[in-house]
């Protein structure tokens, strides 16, 4: 009985920690995929990354799937190798500024780290050094604007629905596809919440009732 009771503590304990409010899991590096529901045409059907989160400064995002009709060479004639790589409209604010993603093995100056080997610059110096360096959309991609959310916004958003709360690895952040990348992102939430519905109805009571009467019987 004991052994019973302790697995399914175990179970309880795992179903509270990933079953809870989305916005617990909210930090740098955090992926944000719009709800098919959010007509703001300046996120619909948007995927984001955070690049800054701080709860008492607010988060600021990046739009990683809105290509534009706008190439490198276009922003940056002057670079050579500045090809037809498109720019990315990464929000609404700010759109006269560029900033890129980059991948490093390591840190490098002026850049700040994301995820992983996902750094984030705004110097114009490393990113024209990158576009003269040929640096491919697998690994250099430069956007116009941002997002961004004052202390508590966004963890409001998230409580309405407007948002689901994703952890990827970079790959995500330079998906070879990014027009389809909502849609993909969007039917994997769909299937974990429909699987989550398969599962019970709620966690409480799935293991904390069962869990309870088993220990009066300990």
């Known amino acids: 009985m004991c052994g019973k009771l302790a697995i399914g503590l175990v179970a309880a304990a795992f179903c509270f920690a990933g079953g809870n409010q989305a916005e617990q899991r909210l ?3 955090s992926i944000l995929v719009a709800s098919d529901k959010l007509a703001d045409p300046n996120f619909a059907e948007s995927v984001i990354l955070i690049v800054h989160y701080d709860p008492d400064e607010g988060t600021v995002g990046i739009v990683i799937n809105r290509r534009t009709e706008i ?5 940056f004639p002057k670079i050579k190798h500045a090809g ?7 929000g609404p604010v700010g759109i006269t500024a560029a900033q890129a993603l980059l991948r490093s093995p390591e840190k490098t100056e002026q850049t700040t780290q994301v995820l992983g080997d996902v750094y984030l610059t705004g110097a114009k110096d490393v990113i024209e050094k990158s576009i ?3 640096t491919g959309p697998s690994k250099f991609r430069v956007y116009v604007g ?3 959310w004052a202390p508590g916004q966004l963890e409001t958003e998230i409580q309405l629905g407007a948002w689901s709360v994703m952890n990827r ?6 998906d070879e596809d990014p027009d389809s990348l909502w849609t993909r992102l969007t039917h994997e939430s769909h299937l974990q919440i429909a699987f989550s519905n398969l599962m019970g109805i709620s966690c409480s009571q799935i293991f904390v009732e069962p869990i309870q009467r ?3 019987h300990v």
């Open 146 to 148: 941002y997002a961004g």
């Open 169 to 174: 690895g970079p790959k995500v952040v330079f």
């Open 84 to 90: 037809a790589d498109p720019v990315y409209m990464g």
């Open 27 to 29: 930090s740098t590096g």
């Open 214 to 216: 088993a220990a009066q």
């Open 132 to 134: 003269g360096a040929h």
């Open 71 to 75: 190439t490198l060479s276009q922003i």
